[in-house]
């Protein structure tokens, strides 16, 4: 039901029941906010987005209060933008002055406001409490020095990951975010998501860099310094070079790494078909001889370590696959180093990830072969953008190259990976191939695409119904994994992303709070998709060859050797 508000003088229609932030930003009037996360119940702490309403003595939260039928609001009335401006000044007099210095500098929701509000020195000197930061994770960076309190970690931890790893501790001033007993994020419950670094309006939260390993290693004469990209890298960084959102810059990008100096370029899309060679096949496996079910895929670095942390019951459902990330690694220091003839311990070995949780997974014990870790350093798609503007190298100007084979060559099934249920999408592909001798005529499944947090589908493969699930967010996840526990048994495969949408808006992701931009980049790697003549796995020549001269054929001892692990439950502080 639609009912009239006045908005600065001008008539507006609301919905009953909505609040007045969104009943604004329909009409394209935007309001301050700090504490509001879309989606999640608001919490009104942090009042930067008040309004004035007209019979109401104290200004009110846009975005807690319900809009009423009549209201008069002034949303820029001069005691709006004096408390506005108040609250401001009050975060910045606790704030350090380094944004030169500063990770978000240009790309802080503060040091906007500041600008917008036209605060252009230091009214408030309040006393600046002196803190600790903590970079004892191998993912996260936090410096509570840059901490404004919004809470917004927090709620992205508790609700959407239901992990819970960070809290607000102390009172008053001496309020601050910590993870649990003053320890640091290493021993926490911790998954490394990079959530909380998506939704951090200011500096207090970033990835653990590797840019400077990754350099040194670039200026070392005795290493060969190859990379890889995964799956949604080229969809996601145009936008960082002035580009389109969600333009595939795939081509530039691999010209742009070589003229930074790697020596060879490979794209981890192909290592997803790798992954959808070996883990179709485990599904097959498990369901033919009565293995365990429901399998669940194990891509995803956050998802592993929620499951060793919280429900180790159910390690023995996860695959056994390494993630694509860590097959790649793996394979460039066996297969690809035998046919070079390169001895493995020179060569250094890169990853793009859209994920900071890779940057723990590259660090595991099981990630290694023979004492050589599969990868040597994780960048975040924030990183690959710092490293490319520092480098000169004017994206808009170069040619597209290809990757390097024979690690360089994909189908769209790999690519999809990136998207939230893309996982599942090749696995059916190549299982229904594996199970009925046949192609799909329709390779879109339908069921399994689309941005909610749980799709569940039917799906007939010859004689073979098989039950699926596509996850994504831990906590819509866990809340899968009580239903199984509670008895379920109609689902055979799950795919589970621990990032809300899957890779496309990891936690290593430039930083946006705009789902047009999200949106984009899923559409691309779909567009990419249709139009593919390589649609699945197994029809990727490059992965034909390396069963053929290499590994023999999926869960061949080579093949686990190399491209499986296990995982094991992990004690942490909760
Ligand atoms: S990285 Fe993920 S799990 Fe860790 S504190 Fe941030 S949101 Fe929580
Ligand atoms: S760390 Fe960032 S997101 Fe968390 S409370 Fe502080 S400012 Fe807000
Ligand atoms: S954004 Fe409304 S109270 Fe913080």
């Not at 070589?258 to 997803?272: C, H, L, M, Q």
């Amino acid at each position: 039901m639609n009912i009239n508000i006045e908005v600065n003088n001008k008539l507006i229609q609301a919905k009953k029941g909505e609040t007045i932030l969104t009943a604004l930003n329909r009409e394209g009037i935007h309001v301050p906010t700090l504490c509001y996360m879309k989606d999640l119940m608001p919490t009104g702490a942090c009042r930067m987005c008040v309004v004035e309403v007209e019979k109401k003595p104290n200004l009110i939260t846009a975005c807690s209060y319900p809009v009423e039928e009549g209201m008069k609001i002034k949303t820029n009335s001069p005691r709006v933008v004096h408390s506005r401006k108040t609250i401001i000044e009050l975060l910045l007099s606790n704030h350090p002055d380094d944004c030169l210095y500063c990770e978000r500098n240009g790309n802080c929701e503060l040091q906007k406001l500041s600008e917008q509000y036209n605060i252009r020195e230091r009214r408030i000197s309040g006393k600046k409490n002196k803190y600790r930061v903590d970079q004892s994770s191998a993912s996260i960076f936090r410096d509570p020095a840059k901490c404004i309190l919004c809470g917004r970690c927090i709620r992205v931890c508790e609700e959407i990951e239901k992990v819970t790893a960070i809290d607000f501790v102390g009172r008053g001033s001496k309020t601050i975010i910590n993870s649990a007993f003053n320890k640091g994020l290493n021993v926490s419950s911790c998954v490394n998501c990079g959530q909380c670094i998506m939704a951090c309006p200011t500096g207090a939260l970033h990835e653990i860099s590797h840019i400077d390993r990754v350099e040194a290693a670039l200026n070392n004469p005795e290493k060969m310094v190859v990379i890889q990209h995964a799956p949604s890298i080229s969809v996601s960084i145009a936008e960082e070079f002035g580009l389109k959102p969600g333009a595939d810059i795939n081509g530039v990008m691999n010209a742009a790494l070589r003229k930074i100096g790697f020596s060879k370029v490979f794209d981890t899309s192909f290592s997803a078909d790798l992954t959808i060679m070996e883990e179709s096949s485990e599904l097959i496996h498990r369901i033919t001889n009565n293995g365990v079910l429901p399998m669940f895929t194990s891509c995803c670095p956050g998802w592993i370590k929620y499951v060793e942390e919280f429900r180790p019951e159910f390690i023995k459902n996860l695959s056994t696959c390494k993630s694509p990330q860590q097959m790649l690694g793996a394979v460039i220091k066996s297969y690809y180093a035998e046919q070079e003839k390169i001895n493995p311990e020179n060569i250094f070995s890169v990853s793009i990830m859209p994920c900071t949780a890779k940057k723990f997974e590259c660090s595991r014990e099981e990630m290694t072969n023979n004492g050589i870790a599969d990868i040597d350093a994780v960048l975040t798609t924030r990183e690959l953008v710092k490293l490319i503007k520092a480098y000169g190298i004017d994206i808009n100007n170069i040619e597209p190259e290809l990757a390097d084979n024979p690690l360089g060559t994909r189908s769209s099934a790999g690519k999809i990976f990136g998207n939230t249920g893309g996982v599942m999408e090749a696995a059916l592909r190549t299982a229904y191939f594996k199970l009925t001798g046949e192609e799909l005529i329709n390779y879109k499944i339908d069921a399994v695409r689309g941005e909610e947090s749980r799709k569940e589908a039917k799906i007939q493969i010859g004689k073979l119904e098989i039950g699926v699930a596509v996850v994504s967010g831990l906590a819509a996840a866990d809340k899968l994994l009580t239903e199984i526990e509670n008895g379920r048994k109609d689902i055979h495969f799950i795919e589970v992303m621990t990032c809300p949408g899957g890779c496309i808006a990891g936690g290593g992701q430039p930083i946006t709070h705009d789902v047009k931009r999200i949106k984009s980049r899923i559409k691309s790697l779909y567009d990419i998709d249709k139009t593919d003549s390589i649609k699945a796995s197994h029809q990727n020549p490059y992965i034909k060859e390396i069963y053929e001269n290499y590994l023999g054929e999926p869960l061949s001892h080579k093949s686990h050797e190399l491209l499986h692990t296990h995982y094991s439950k992990r004690d942490v502080l909760k």
